[in-house]
């Protein structure tokens, strides 16, 4: 089956100064619209971000450097035909409180390296003890973020998975603090090819083809994976 590869024009002016700060609510959301769901049987498609203090950008594209010594790893796991997201994101030496206009203040937005975006999912906000921080889970769309754009319609309304896979370099994840409001932490989205990647986190994969692919160590625990586990991913075709 070949994914859809609907694509989205990024919204920038207002939408980027919500998306990328989260400082405007311009009116009342849903609080939410995904629901929190079991991982499915497969997936369409990775992706892992290396988040990092010096990628985060203010609302206007020139830096805003996040919280120095900061670092995350998101990974995301995809089925684009049941419109379902996995994550696992884990967050080191960032300081809460949280702090987004948004339902949320960690996200996946839509814009390219070097410049900011609105978000298009919401995602819960990684807690623990100490300097490590962690979040995970699956959630199934319809997808909403709790902001509106400048149309008044919110920024996760009608967007579809299948789109991330179009263009994962047009996405960006990252989370916000009161501290460090325009991003704590920022890394564009990059796919994780079959059999294996080098993640955000430093690991290396086999670049022989077969049908697994490995992931970070709490996207392994996410799924209920051991160490020699295996993913089965159905690659969509690009058409």
Same mark, same amino acid.
């Given at each position: 089956?070949?994914?859809?590869?609907?694509t989205?024009?990024?919204?920038?002016?207002?939408?980027?100064?919500?998306?990328?700060?989260?400082?405007?609510?311009?009116?009342? #959301?849903?609080?939410? =619209?995904e629901?929190?769901?079991?991982?499915?049987?497969?997936?369409?498609?990775?992706?892992?971000?290396?988040?990092?203090?010096?990628?985060v950008?203010?609302?206007?594209?020139?830096?805003?450097?996040?919280?120095?010594?900061?670092?995350?790893?998101?990974?995301?796991?995809?089925?684009?035909?049941?419109?379902?997201?996995?994550?696992?994101?884990?967050?080191?030496?960032?300081?809460?409180?949280?702090?987004?206009?948004?339902? *949320?203040?960690?996200?996946?937005?839509? #814009?390219?390296?070097?410049?900011?975006?609105?978000?298009?999912?919401?995602?819960?906000?990684?807690?623990?003890?100490?300097?490590?921080?962690?979040?995970?889970?699956?959630l199934?769309?319809?997808?909403?973020?709790?902001?509106?754009?400048?149309?008044?319609?919110?920024?996760?309304?009608?967007?579809?998975?299948?789109?991330?896979?179009?263009?994962?370099?047009?996405?960006?994840?990252?989370?916000?603090?009161?501290?460090?409001?325009? !991003?704590?932490?920022?890394?564009?989205?990059?796919?994780?090819?079959?059999? !294996?990647?080098? *993640?955000?986190?430093? !690991? *290396?994969?086999?670049?022989?083809d077969n049908?697994?692919?490995?992931?970070?160590?709490?996207?392994? =625990?996410?799924?209920?994976? *051991?160490?020699?586990?295996?993913?089965?991913?159905?690659?969509?075709?690009? !058409?």
């Open positions: 089956m070949s994914t859809r590869t609907m989205r024009r990024t919204r920038l002016g207002a939408c980027s100064i919500i998306g990328a700060a989260g400082l405007v609510a311009l009116a009342a #959301a849903p609080a939410s =619209a629901t929190e769901v079991d991982p499915p049987d497969t997936f369409t498609s990775a992706f892992t971000v290396w988040g990092t203090p010096d990628d950008v203010g609302p206007d594209g020139s830096p805003a450097p996040g919280e120095p010594g900061s670092s995350g790893t998101f990974d995301f796991m995809i089925n684009s035909d049941e419109e379902i997201i996995c994550y696992d994101i884990t967050l080191e030496g960032v300081t809460p409180p949280y702090m987004s206009m948004a339902k *949320t203040a960690t996200h996946i937005h839509e #814009a390219e390296a070097g410049v900011s975006g609105p978000p298009r999912l919401s995602f819960p906000n990684p807690t623990g003890e100490g300097d490590v921080l962690t979040s995970s889970g699956c199934q769309g319809p997808f909403t973020t709790g902001l509106l754009d400048d149309d008044g319609v919110d920024t996760g309304e009608g967007f579809t998975l299948a789109e991330i896979e179009a263009n994962p370099a047009e996405y960006y994840g990252d989370t916000h603090t009161a501290d460090y409001v325009p !991003g704590t932490v920022r890394g564009q989205l990059t796919e994780v090819p079959v059999g !294996g990647i080098p *993640t955000g986190s430093g !690991g *290396t994969a086999d670049t022989g049908s697994a692919i490995v992931m970070t160590g709490g996207a392994m =625990a996410l799924l209920g994976l *051991t160490a020699a586990g295996a993913v089965a991913v159905r690659r969509h075709g690009r !058409g």
